[in-house]
T-cell receptor
């Protein structure tokens, strides 16, 4: 199946720094979702975006639905050690299908 | 509200043995998904149900994999016989009427020896 282009693949940052990651696709999506997955667990939904251009925040997380509907961005401000994990983007189509990115592995150094 | 429930959480079997995974979606969610997740990869769809109907099973290896959702609520995914390459995480997810937001269970980690 199709997998979205997600970058960067991994990040090693100092605690307190801001983080940015993005996801791009050759296809248009109606919804963009961002998930976080920790070892031994399933992905947990962080933010859902439903309209092109939408900017949504959830605490220190901010995500945007790209105007072209082919990309999305996730920013984490003032990172803390518990932000460690793998972040996945997902796009949803009118055919009720979800496609996932390859993940961004985040390591926060105290 | 309870989330998506999956069992078992972990399973170790020998190759050629059968194995089954169970999923109970969020109450009221009509759409249920089974995904395969390999190490370092995002989830990949195996099968999608709308109520009791399998509407997308194009990626399900039907020679050894089968799934059912008889009453349109909980679902079972089976592998028979298991192969070494089946070692992975099997994730179940569900979505509600609008279908735009999907919630995952904790997954079943399968190791085939």
């Amino acid at each position: 199946g199709q997998q979205l282009n997600q970058s960067p693949q991994s990040m090693f940052i100092q605690e307190g720094e801001d983080v940015s990651m993005n996801c791009t696709s050759s296809s248009i999506f109606n919804t963009w979702l961002w998930y976080k997955q920790e070892p031994g667990e399933g992905p947990v939904l962080l933010i859902a975006l439903y309209k092109a251009g939408e900017l949504t925040s959830n605490g220190r997380l901010t995500a945007q639905f790209g105007i072209t509907r082919k990309d999305s961005f996730l920013n984490i401000s003032a990172s803390i050690p518990s932000d460690v994990g793998i972040y996945f983007c997902a796009g949803h189509t009118t055919g009720n299908q979800f496609y996932f990115g390859t993940g961004t592995s985040l390591t926060v150094i105290p | 509200e309870a989330g998506v429930v999956q069992s078992p959480r972990y399973k170790i079997i020998e190759k050629k043995q059968p194995v089954a995974f169970w999923c109970n979606p969020i109450s009221g969610h009509n759409t249920l998904y089974w995904y395969l997740q390999n190490l370092g990869q995002g989830p990949e769809l195996l099968i999608r149900y709308e109520n009791e109907e399998a509407v997308d099973d194009s990626q399900l290896p039907k020679d050894r994999f089968s799934a059912e959702r008889l009453k349109g609520v909980d679902s079972t995914l089976k592998i028979q016989p298991a192969e070494l390459g089946d070692s992975a995480v099997y994730l179940c997810a569900s979505s509600g009427d609008r279908g735009e937001t999907q919630y995952f269970g904790p997954g079943t980690r399968l190791l085939v020896l």
